[in-house]
Each structure stands twice: as C-alpha cells, then as structure tokens.
C-alpha cells in the first residue's frame, strides 16, 4: 500500500475497528478489504451470480492506491453493524413544535451515525408572532436553532465524529437581522455553520440600490421591506468579523433541481456543496488528481485515460453504496433512491498544478480547471448511462429535467467537497483548495518538534540541492514561499500557499469547477487578516457574477481573538513561556490568597439537604468560595473539590462570566425530583451566590470599577493576542479550507 506514515496514525486514531477498551482490532489492510468487499456485494443486487470478489479486488486497489478514496463515513462504517454510510443529509423543520422537535430527534440520529445535516429554518413563523393554540408568542427561528446545536453538543460527546449543521434562512425572512447577528459571538451557536439563502430578486434589489420585501412564512404576506444595500452591507461586515454568515444563492439550487416536481432545495449540507431535498441524502468520494499524473519528456501531464477508469470506477462504487447503505430513517432511504444522488469530486488538485508548474493563481490554472472537471463529469455521466441499462435509471427519471434524453442511474454525478482528513490519508492538498502552509511545526507528546513539509514541495527542492530541515523552519516561521531568499523564483511562482492567491483568484477557480459540477463547490476563500469590509463585499458580488452557488470566506484570526499567546517574540539565548496546545501559557500561577477578605454566605437547599456557599473577595475582586453541607449529607468532597477549582480560577484571571456559564444549569437527580429548588445541583448553588455577590459589589462600586474581573498578579508574563487556532487534539495550527476547519497534523477535523 501507498499508505504513509501520517496517514496510518490518523486511520488508526480515528477509522479502525475498535474493542470495547478502545484497542484497534484490524489492520489498515484489512479495513479497506472490509470497505471494498461490503460496497462490491451490491452488485448481486442486480445480478446473482456477479463476481464480487473480483470488483472488491478493483475498489481495494483503487482506494490503496489512494486513487479515490470515499467519504469518512464509509470508510468507517462499511461492513459493520452501523454499515450508515453517507455524509450529507438535509432534514425539513416546519412551523409546528411536533415538527421542529421531530426534526431535532432525527437530526441526533443521523450524528449519532456520522453524518451531518442541513436545515433551512425559513419555515419558522418570526419572533413575536402570536401562536394561535395557545395565545402565547412564537420565539423564532434563532432561539430554535440554539435548541439544535445543544443537541448536536449533546450527541456529539460519544461519536467518532463531531456533529456538524448547516442552518439556512431566506433573505426575505422576517427575522432576517437578527440571523445575520446569531453568531456575532464565536462561542454561540458553534455547531453550525450559517448561510443567508440569497434570492436573485434582493441581488437585482442590491444591484439597483432598491428596497425589497420582507414575506411571513406563516400567513405568505408581506411583513416589511429593508434597503437592501444595507442589509447586504450587514452580511458582509459579519462575514469579515468573523467568517459568518455565508450566502447561498437559492435560485440557482433550483435551477439545477433536477426533480422540481418533488419540490424545492431549501438547504444544503454542512459544507454548502450538496443541495438537497428535504430527506435526501448523498454518498460523497474523491479522485486524488495527483495520483492521475504521468511523467514525460517534459514533466508531468494528465493521464487522461487512467482518469477515465477511476471515474468509471468511483461512479460505479458510490452507486453501490446506495444499496448496501444503512440509512438511519425511513424516510431518508426512501427519498435517496429516488434520486440515487452521488457526488464525484477531486482532491489534490493545487498539488497536481505544482507538479505540471502551473501556479495556482493563474489563468492557464482556471482554464485548466474548467477542462478537468468537465472531463470527469461527463464520463461519470457516461458511466451513469451504462450502469441504467443494466440496472435501471433513477426512480424519479421521467420527471425530471432529462427525461427524452438516454437514462442515468443518477440524477447528479459531481461535487466538490472538502477533504481535509482524506486528503491527508491520501498524502495530497484539500479538494481545490490552494495548499494551506507547505511547511509547519508538529509539536509531539515529548517536546519535540517534527517538519511536516508538502511533498511535492521537498521532492523539487530535493532533486535541485536545496533541501534542509533550516530552510523548512525558515518557511514555517513565514508561512510562504514569497520571501525566502534561498527560494528560486520559478519555484515560488509555483508554490503558492492560500494567502499567496488573491480573493479574485479563490473565486475565479471556484467559478471554474462550479461550472462542470451538477451539485455545487465547497470552497473556502481566505483573506490575510488587514483585509477590508470592501474586500470581502468584492469577492461576495463576483462569486454572484461568475455564477457560482454560494460562498465562503475566512479573514485570517478573525475567530481566534480568544487565544492568547506569549506577547512577545522569544529573544536569543531566552527561556520560552510554556503553552498549551490552544496556546494557553502554562507556567502562570494565580495570585495568593490576600490576609483579609470580604464575604457573604448563603443557604441554599439541595436535594440532599443545605449547603452553605460562602463568596469572599478583596480589592481586586471575589477571591475564593467555600462550601459546607450540612446534617442531611450530600457530596462534600464534591462541593469542596468545586469550591478550590473555582477559587483558583477566579484568582487566575479567569472571567466570573465563563465561570458562572460553566457552572450554571448543572443537574442533579437528587435536586430536580423535589419541587420549589432555587437550584439545580451543588454547583448551581455555587454559581448563583458568586452571582449574587457580584452583583452585590458591582452596586456598591463606580461604573469604572474592575472589580469583577479580577486582576493579574504583577509578576505575570504580558499577554497579547494571537491571530491563529490551534487543534484541540494535538496542538497544531488549524485550517480554513472547503467551508469547514480541520487539522493537517492529525486529522481533525470540525464537520468532515
């Protein structure tokens, strides 16, 4: 096998079969055998004395070959009991709490198997409206989705992957502000990415500087209109903040809606390259282009024909994997064969440019891009035609938009979507992403530092003499090629990385592959961090121009201002400040306890009897909690170990808001069986006095006090911030890539 070594720790950490005690019990082998011979067993299907085995045989070596390689799910599920093997599923939330709720009951069945969802919420009557059943007043769209992401939290803790959620709303929606705000914060509503569903009556309106109307989902009448120049305004100045909300252009979903009779697309999945119905799913893989490459006399060139039989291929596997597929509602088996949606995209693709010596940001690259994805596209729609004649064509083929033309077995072939961990199990760049960083520092468990370096990257650099780990550390601390003196320029001119490619560039290759894909193109368009709000309102009006369905963009730490790094540069011959993986020094220690204190204690009633919580606090601020329990028991130790892990905190600077949100709501069944609780559990008790002793010193001091946050000791290192997020597995940098965020290192990531 092809498989290297980055690879084979990110396939055992995070794909291989495990016990009970978390050991794996098979091989990297052995799990692509269990993946090939699960997904060829569907061609008995169709025909009963089919050789499976030798298909089976095609598909392993294809995959080993990292050839095509299928979305996670599959590669984690085939042949296993779960056997749920698809990525993207779109789920309807209508107005009604039965529906919404049984949209949130499905939607943790599908993470608990995998895959991802997307919503569109545009249904929900707006907040305010009166709810005629009961005479109360509906709370909207907003608070609804709040409710779906602490599900998603919930599901999410036990799962082999993170539950990831698209949540959409119509441009012409009521409560259309307020959505655009709904992740004003970065740490609300983290388990969604959020897009405004953008119609081409508000882009004329845009364009032409008019007012458009706002339309209650409920009654369909008009509830308002909005300039929509500053409506437009607003979403691009919080895309600058801090990446969100995306737009998706809703007209042009539906005019590709191969099946308009079955209704509209009304949302995509998490990453924004799959529209769908409401209950379709969709099988997603990937062709890795640099393994579609031959060497010749001039260097590297397409080999057109090898490309040819890996989408025949890959088509005829994700067809497969429609039937062997265990879906995880009834609903959504059904919907899915009727259309029997594939998505057939690439990755790889700026590691191909490298080795043809075509830079990314150039025209020849676009233009280049056009013809490779409409190569694939149509042979895996010829392969599609053959695979009907023997099998039949879709369900919903004679109603949809080629019937009169030869049959397909699939209604759409092709997406574009992000591949941060397969594209690490493949050894190549992410989808169509230009290469992030061609060189970073992995820090390993012991210490030590590792250079990670593009491959393609170290094998020219080898081949002319120029290689050495000094020159990498010099290309990680810049992060680019551009000013490295050592560089050749004909090779910098190649090996640009994602803030080397200008905004125009990121779109007009979007452009590019969106125009031959049927579904849509997950992409990511990253803006170093003095970028502007007119920028970022340039590169939303040309993906509108060049036709593209929706887009993403990224300005560089505009969602990391909370993590904090050592302010300045470490000095020669200077003993580093130690950190944490997310950057977090770890060598601060909080403040001693002051000789004289201030305090309150309070009785609070708890299931297992009375604690008394007592608050202290000095000129700084509150310092210290303590609790006692009293005659009826309880958890002392319990109560006690919270009460020191929250006077620390408190005199190590950390905020009483994020104390008081980490301890606030916790439940005890011992507290919520009896009735008339101010609290719910001993640590709620703990948060409410702290509290109420805030409040109590906030009244008696100056609006300019900062005695609610305390203060650092004077002997603490300065803290600054730093523009970057790092991995919560393994401390490396983050990327913004394909809509979602994922870790290079590791194969972390955020929805894929």
Request: charged fraction near 25%; aromatic fraction near 6%; charge should be negative.
């Amino acid at each position: 096998m092809k498989i290297g070594k980055n690879a084979m720790t990110v396939l055992e950490r995070r794909y291989l079969m495990k016990d009970e005690e978390g050991k794996n019990i098979e091989t990297v082998e052995q799990l692509f055998w269990r993946v090939a011979r699960a997904i060829a067993e569907a061609d008995r299907h169709f025909d009963s004395a089919a050789d499976t085995e030798a298909l089976a045989g095609r598909f392993y070596e294809m995959m080993t070959n990292l050839e095509f390689l299928p979305n996670s799910p599959t590669l984690m599920n085939a042949g296993r009991e779960l056997g749920q093997l698809s990525a993207c599923f779109v789920l309807p939330v209508g107005d009604s709490m039965e529906e919404i709720f049984e949209a949130i009951k499905q939607a943790a069945l599908i993470h608990k198997s995998g895959g991802g969802t997307g919503f569109s919420f545009s249904r929900l009557r707006p907040s305010g409206s009166t709810v005629r059943t009961t005479g109360g007043v509906a709370s909207g769209p907003i608070s609804f989705m709040r409710v779906f992401n602490m599900a998603t939290e919930a599901v999410k803790q036990g799962g082999t992957r993170r539950g990831a959620n698209m949540g959409i709303l119509r441009i012409d929606h009521p409560d259309i502000l307020n959505f655009i705000d709904c992740k004003k914060d970065n740490a609300d509503i983290t388990n969604f990415n959020i897009s405004v569903g953008i119609t081409e009556e508000f882009m004329h309106a845009v364009q032409h500087n008019n007012t458009f109307k706002l339309v209650d989902p409920k009654t369909k009448q008009p509830a308002g209109e909005l300039d929509a120049r500053e409506v437009f305004t607003k979403i691009v100045e919080s895309a600058w903040r801090n990446g969100e909300p995306g737009i998706i252009f809703l007209d042009r979903l539906n005019r590709d809606n191969v099946v308009p009779s079955q209704g509209e697309i009304e949302s995509t999945n998490p990453c924004g390259e799959q529209p769908l119905l409401p209950y379709e799913s969709c099988n997603l893989g990937s062709i890795n282009l640099v393994n579609m490459l031959k060497k010749t006399g001039k260097g590297y060139a397409i080999d057109y024909k090898k490309l040819e039989k890996t989408a025949r291929d890959a088509v005829h596997f994700l067809d497969n994997v429609i039937d062997v597929n265990k879906y995880p509602l009834e609903e959504i088996d059904f919907t899915t064969k009727q259309t029997r949606k594939i998505g057939l995209g690439v990755m790889g693709w700026s590691d191909m440019l490298a080795y043809m010596g075509i830079p990314y940001n150039s025209e020849e690259a676009v233009e280049l891009a056009g013809k490779v994805m409409k190569f694939i596209t149509e042979t895996g729609r010829a392969e599609s035609i053959e695979l009907a004649k023997t099998r039949g064509p879709f369900p919903l083929f004679n109603e949809s938009i080629f019937a009169g033309g030869p049959p397909l077995r699939n209604a759409t072939i092709t997406t574009i979507a992000p591949t941060g961990t397969l594209s690490i199990i493949a050894g190549c760049s992410s989808g169509v992403e230009p290469v992030f960083a061609y060189v970073f520092i992995r820090n390993v468990m012991d210490g030590t530092e590792m250079i990670e370096v593009n491959p393609v990257l170290r094998e020219m650099l080898e081949e002319r003499g120029l290689y050495s780990d000094e020159l990498m550390k010099k290309i990680a601390a810049e992060g680019t090629l551009a000013h490295i003196e050592e560089i050749p320029e004909d090779i910098k001119r190649v090996f640009v990385s994602s803030h080397d490619v200008s905004p125009l560039y990121h779109v007009k290759m979007q452009a590019a592959f969106q125009k031959y894909t049927d579904n849509a193109v997950s992409k990511t368009v990253n803006f170093k961090h003095d970028a502007t709000v007119e920028d970022v309102q340039e590169v939303y009006m040309l993906a509108y121009e060049l036709d593209c369905k929706g887009v993403t963009i990224y300005r560089d730490g505009s969602r990391d201002s909370q993590v904090l790094n050592i302010g300045s540069v470490k000095k020669e011959g200077e003993t580093p400040v130690e950190t944490d993986p997310e950057g977090y020094p770890t060598n601060i220690r909080p403040r001693p306890r002051p000789e004289i204190t201030c305090g309150l204690t309070e009785r609070m009633k708890i299931g297992c009897g009375n604690l008394y919580v007592t608050v202290n606090y000095d000129e700084t601020g509150i310092c210290e909690v303590f609790t006692s329990t009293g005659k009826a028991g309880g958890c002392p130790s319990q109560s006690e170990a919270t009460a020191r892990l929250v006077s620390i905190a408190l005199r190590s600077g950390i905020s009483i808001d994020e104390i008081l949100d980490q301890l606030r709501g916790i439940r005890c069944p011992s507290t919520i069986r009896h009735t008339g609780m101010k609290c719910t559990s001993c640590p709620d008790a703990i948060a409410r006095v702290i509290k109420k002793t805030a409040d109590m010193i906030a009244a008696q001091k100056p609006a300019s006090s900062a005695i609610l946050e305390p203060k650092k000791a004077p002997e603490q290192p300065v803290i600054v911030t730093k523009h970057s997020k790092f991995c919560p597995d393994c401390g490396s940098e983050l990327e913004h890539e394909g809509g979602c965020v994922s870790c290079r290192s590791c194969g972390y990531s955020k929805c894929n």
